[in-house]
């Protein structure tokens, strides 16, 4: 994959059209309950999940009940709705972990959804030992501008001007991260929300739409997959059986 930092092109935007299964897919989400009862349990860490843009924690509440009962001690962000990493939201999400580190006194992971994961991912730069793993869904931290919706006119110059900005979104971690994307995403460029290839980092495909890959049974398969992962015994996602399309 290039490491170079020049923009990425937006998505088609004939895939906006497609972003209307969201509904759709938490349909088959409620259906899929039963099959998704039968992935991995939990071992009780804290799990800390990210909204999108726009969004608050009622968007994650499917995700998070599902992980509840999977065994985890799940938590929402507890900031209100998110309209961008203001000096509140970067100080807010700062200390939200370390209450969390400090309650539950065993490392968190992050998972973050859309914006939310630009999030989780810069807090586990600034707090690695506190962190068990990344999990970002169709997140673009390779080119935040890469988008139907927000910063569109900004582009293309936006990378241009503050490379350094852009350089440290795509650095990669210090903890294992799973990044999960779809190439029919209508909001934001799939290539956008991938990780360079590397140690203890790994891309995940979902055939899902953008404001539903938080509900998608597949995407909630995978991510209670790589939850279930002893703590420093991080290995690749390997599918197993058929997953819901």
Known sequence: MSTTHEPIARP??????????AGLEFS??????????????????????????????VSTLALRRFLRRRGYHVHGWRLGRNLGPSTRVVQ??????AALRDHHRRKVSLVGWSLGGIYARELARRFPDDVRQVITLASPFRDPHANNVL???ARPSAVER?????????????????ALYSKTDG?????????????????????????GIGHHPAALRVIADRLAQAEDAWTPYRASGVDPA
Request: one cysteine or more.
């Open 12 to 21: 088609p935007l004939r895939y906006l059209a497609l972003e209307s299964r």
């Open 28 to 57: 088959m989400y409620l259906a899929s309950l039963p099959w998704l009862a039968l992935g991995p349990e939990g071992d009780g860490h804290p799990v800390l999940v990210l909204p999108g843009f726009a969004t608050s924690d």
């Open 92 to 97: 807010g999400l700062a200390e939200r972990l």
């Open 151 to 153: 910063f569109a006119p």
């Open 162 to 178: 503050n490379p350094e900005l852009y350089a440290r979104l795509r650095t990669p971690l210090q903890v294992p991260t799973t």
């Open 187 to 211: 909001i934001v460029a799939w290539r956008s929300c991938i990780e360079e290839e590397g140690a203890f980092r790994e891309n995940v495909e979902v055939r899902s739409s953008h404001c």
